[in-house]
């Protein structure tokens, strides 16, 4: 058998190469830490729902709790965005996830609040639902109909979109503003016709009783984007804070695409729901990393708050804009404010 020999010089520097290497692993991993210890606020008030997958592994997994040991975290659920963007606006919450209809409403009521972050469209998680043996077979069918939906919500723009592909007018059909839960019950005894829904109540729904789909959001062209937003003062004092947030939920985004099972595990010991109820929904749903608002999404979410608008559904016209986050101008008026 041969021996390999290696003479002392090259032994020096293969041994001097490894602990170089050994030391550049734990600086970067120091480093690492050191860029984690984000000095967060006292507390951190975080309102979100079920279909917050970045956020629900987070609070499951108790990473922000880590990553800012000096702040109380509180994590507060609700049924719907507009409900949590109530919340936000009288200082309730400090950060919450909507989607895109709930802030149109906010900013048209008054509300001080900033849109901080936004995920990719999730064009496939809502859907218009009539039960299996419904006579509805086509959206024209709506008119007249009676329809639950939850107001001021994702599915509130959604049916929007189904009646204006239709060919009808807002008039022509019955909105039932209802809260899912509520939503479902009425659905289910057949006091409303159709149900307008988003996830995960669409897949319960979908898995229970087998309701037939009449349109999807990517049938109606409805982007149904996801927007992280903020109370005007918390960004203001804190944007490093926002910073590290979306780091942490960019990488829960991560664990929700390449470690599935995991992530499936998480939401449902949270949420309460089957498996298999939360292994749909988030078949659904894309990558969501998150990331401020692209001009492309600012015009999509000028075209809901113009359709709203139109509707009279609002009560003055919005400038989505206006309440856009640009940490680059706000760091340039605060440098320009000092003495």
């Not at 900013?107 to 001080?112: L, W």
């Not at 929904?281 to 998150?290: A, D």
């Amino acid at each position: 058998m041969t021996r390999l020999t290696v003479n002392p010089e090259r032994r020096r520097a293969l041994q001097l190469l490894g602990v170089t290497a050994f030391s550049w692993a734990l600086a970067s991993r120091y480093a690492h830490a050191q860029s984690a210890a984000v000095q967060g606020p006292e507390q951190l008030r975080i309102g979100y729902q079920k279909s917050a997958v970045n956020l629900v592994i987070l609070k499951q997994q108790g990473v922000l709790e880590k990553r800012f040991p000096g702040t109380r975290i509180s994590w507060l659920e609700f049924p719907a965005g507009p409900q949590l963007l109530e919340a936000l606006s009288v200082g309730s919450l400090e950060f919450g996830l909507t989607g895109d209809s709930p802030p149109v409403f906010a900013q048209a009521a008054g509300k001080d609040l900033l849109y901080v972050g936004a995920e990719p469209p999730k064009p496939d998680s809502s859907a218009l639902l009539v039960l299996k043996d419904s006579p509805l077979r086509t959206l024209a069918d709506l008119k007249g109909r009676r329809i639950a939906v939850q107001k001021g919500s994702s599915a509130h723009y959604l049916l929007v979109k189904a009646v204006e592909r239709a060919g009808l007018q807002w008039a022509d059909i019955q909105p039932v503003y209802l809260a899912p839960a509520d939503a479902r019950a009425a659905f289910e005894r057949k006091s409303v016709d159709a149900w307008a829904i988003w996830d995960p109540f669409y897949a319960a729904t979908e898995l229970a009783i087998q309701p037939r789909v009449l349109a999807t959001g990517r049938d109606l062209a409805s982007s149904n984007n996801s927007f992280y937003l903020a109370a005007r003062p918390f960004v203001l004092a804190h944007p490093q804070v926002l910073r590290a947030l979306f780091e942490e939920l960019s990488r829960a985004d991560r664990l929700a695409q390449e470690a599935r099972k995991d992530a499936i595990k998480l939401i449902a010991d949270f949420s309460g729901l089957d498996a298999g109820v939360v292994s749909l929904f988030i078949q659904r749903r894309p990558s969501s990393p998150v990331g401020l608002l692209s001009p492309a999404t600012v015009a999509d979410q000028q075209r809901v708050a113009d359709a709203f608008l139109k509707l009279g559904l609002i009560p003055k016209p919005v400038n989505v804009a206006d309440i856009v986050w640009r940490p680059a101008a706000a760091q340039l008026a605060a440098a320009s404010a000092r003495p």
